[in-house]
Structures are given as structure tokens and as C-alpha cells.
């Protein structure tokens, strides 16, 4: 059997990428587990009747409980969350400060989308005045929100921003209110409110996962193919040099 001679360039090559694909590939299959548990736990919450805020505080997990509300909304302290997409327009997501009467707590409320076509004029939205009751879920960000640069702290309001921190919102008001966003169902108040559950779904996070375990087995036959075929040049040229001593 002749010996196996990859060269030490090839293998080290190898030796660099080949874990690197392997973990991506990994990593990929537990985000399509961790997506999958994420949405199998929407459709089991979407589907009790809500529950009331100081029951939610309770919860080591409040995603996608339904909450109901009675309380008003703040007006004079609105967030635009910028860069939101809908069938290909330009827009942004409503969110502002709701105080529910029954736990005293302050919430920060997602009412929906709503078209921007032009910079150059404001967003147009209204907020009742008066008391409403509610029905909303809560929404927890699946990791952190990834940004090129922070947003600025401003004092103008509406504040446009290309994330949300509610921690931060109530830190910088002064006031006690709930950690996490809650995207309201429709009502009243709310304007267009086709959020995805998830912005990639299980499937995807397969279809990647293959990909990088495919790029890991091409890697690995070229290994083996340019070690063999190193070895069959190397006696290609062995037998050249002894026809020319010849």
C-alpha cells in the first residue's frame, strides 16, 4: 500500500479549518433546537387566557405570556424603532409607555408598525387619552440586539432608535417598570402587528448546518486526494529522472 504524503502545507491547512466548519456546522443545529423549543413555547402560551401583570413578575420565563392591561397610555415619551420592513416598504415600530392601574408597574408597549415613505416628514400616529383595557404578550429578545454603534441618549421625543431597552428606557425616566417589551394584540390601540415569531426559522438553521458539514467532507477528500496524488507525482518524477540517467 503505498504511504500517504499529503505535504505539510495541505495538512495544516486542514488542521486550521476543518474544526472551524465542524463547530459552525454544531452551532447551526442548536440554533434549530433552540428555535424549535422557542416557537413550540409560543403556540403553548398563545393559547391560555392572559394572565394579570403581577402574576408575570412571578414567572422565571414570561416570553409569550398574554398579559391583560387596564391602564393609560404616556404620550409625551414615544419610541420609534427604526429600519422595520413590511412588504418591501420602509417603516417603523410604535412603542410607548403603558402604566397598568392594577400593578402600578410601567410597561413599554410595541402598538405595531406603521409606514415611513418619507424622512422628511414625521411619523403620523395618535394615542388615546383615556383608559383602555388591553390584551398583549411578552415578547424577550433572543440574545442581544446587534448594533454597529449605540444609540445616543436624547432628550427630544419621539426618540428614533435601532434597538430597544426597556431597562434602560425606565432608568433614564425615573420610573419602575417591566424589563421586558410587550407587543400588543389587536385592539383599540394597535396598528399593524405581523410580527415573526423568529427571524430565522429551524429549517434555515438546517440548511446552513449542512452547508458548512458539506464544506468539512470537501475539505477532507481534497486532503486525501492531493495526498495521494502528491505521492503519484513524486513517483511520475522519480521515474522520469532514472529514464534520464538511463
Known sequence: MKPFRPGVVPTLVVLALLPGLIALGCWQLRRADEKRVLLDTYAERRVEAPLAMAQIEQLPDPAFYRVHLHGRFDSEHSLLLDNRLRDGRAGVELLQPFHDQASGLWLLVNRGWLPWPDR???VAFDTPAQALTLHASVYV???????????????????????IDAGQLWQQLGRDGFAHELRLEPGPASYRLDWPVV????EKHLGYAVQWFALSAALVLLYLYFGWHHKKENDHEHRHESTGRA
Open 120 to 122: 422628511r416628514v414625521p
Open 141 to 163: 429578545t433572543p440574545g442581544s440586539a446587534f448594533q454597529l454603534h449605540a444609540d445616543p441618549v436624547s432628550e427630544q421625543w419621539p426618540q428614533l432608535l435601532t434597538a
Open 199 to 202: 427571524a430565522m426559522g429551524p
